[in-house]
């Protein structure tokens, strides 16, 4: 059995964090372990409001020491980190033990979460972090903040956004316009590998039903790599994987719906 490590919040509505790193994991075949950075819960008496309970530092080592020590993976990614130590902890671990093979998603808001999360833990992220990724996956949200660019719109904006935070260490810069761009028909993403781009699109999905669309993707994309794909075979594997999971997104209750992992079963993903 291949393994794969996630490191990352635990969302308890089940469809961002852990939980759907390690449902999309477990697509793929794979074997998923998870060292939890953060609990994330929601009020359903307060807006669905959300609330941040980070693991302790020696909780969050032992946790690691139990994964990469003690089991070992072929691919790894990390997602909500929500301290300092975790940012230094899953840093040591990932050089200690050579990952390769590690999905950086620069987690840096939870839809419906609003704010961006601490910006100084943005910028420790990006300084300890991205050297280590193999590939990066911000959304546009994300891919500004490392950037430094304003507004990115359009896919020449992110294209320079890319060049940049590739200049910052990642081997690959995967930027997800998704639906997010202006007056588009098709869901469009980036990938540059320090030289080239490539764009991929596939069908633009409208869906509120979205939670956890980033975890999923970063979570396919280490997947990809863990059964030997290709970085840009692992993407574009990941990207029709995300496309079947936000056609069959269902609603949780008013506020809130993920994707469905599973989708692809049903659907084409390898055809
Ligand atoms: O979707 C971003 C995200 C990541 N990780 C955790 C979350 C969320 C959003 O709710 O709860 C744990």
Not at 22 to 39: H, N, P, Q, R, S
């Amino acid at each position: 059995m291949i393994k794969i490590a996630t490191i990352a919040g635990s969302d308890a509505s089940g469809g961002a964090g852990l939980e759907a790193d390690l449902k999309t994991f477990e697509e793929y075949g794979l074997y998923g372990m998870a060292a939890v950075t953060v609990i994330a819960t929601m009020d359903p008496d307060n807006n669905w409001a959300h609330k941040v309970f980070p693991t302790d530092e020696a909780a969050l080592r032992a946790q690691l020491e139990t994964v990469f020590k003690g089991v070992g993976v072929s691919a790894a990614k990390s997602g909500m980190l929500g301290t300092f130590y975790a940012v230094e902890l899953a840093r040591e671990y990932l050089t200690a033990h050579k990952v390769a093979n590690y999905v950086l998603d620069p987690v840096m808001v939870c839809k419906g979460a609003g704010e961006a999360l601490n910006p100084e833990l943005n910028s420790a992220v990006a300084e300890k972090l991205l050297p280590l990724a193999e590939v990066v996956t911000p959304n546009l949200f994300e891919a500004e903040q490392l950037s430094g660019l304003g507004g990115i719109d359009s896919p020449e904006k992110m294209k320079e956004a890319a060049r940049i935070i590739g200049g910052k260490g990642a081997r690959y810069v995967f930027i997800k316009g998704g639906a997010k761009l202006p007056n588009q028909s098709r869901a469009l993403d980036l990938l540059y590998d320090g030289k080239d781009f490539t764009t991929l699109e596939d069908d633009l999905v409208k869906t509120s039903w979205n939670h956890g669309a980033g975890c999923t993707s970063s979570a396919a994309i280490a997947a990809g790599l863990a059964r030997g794909l290709s970085v840009p075979a692992a993407v574009s594997l990941a990207k029709k994987f995300i496309t079947q999971s936000l056609k069959a997104g269902f609603p949780l209750n008013r506020w809130v719906g993920p994707g469905n992992p599973s989708a692809w079963r049903s659907g084409n993903l390898f055809s």
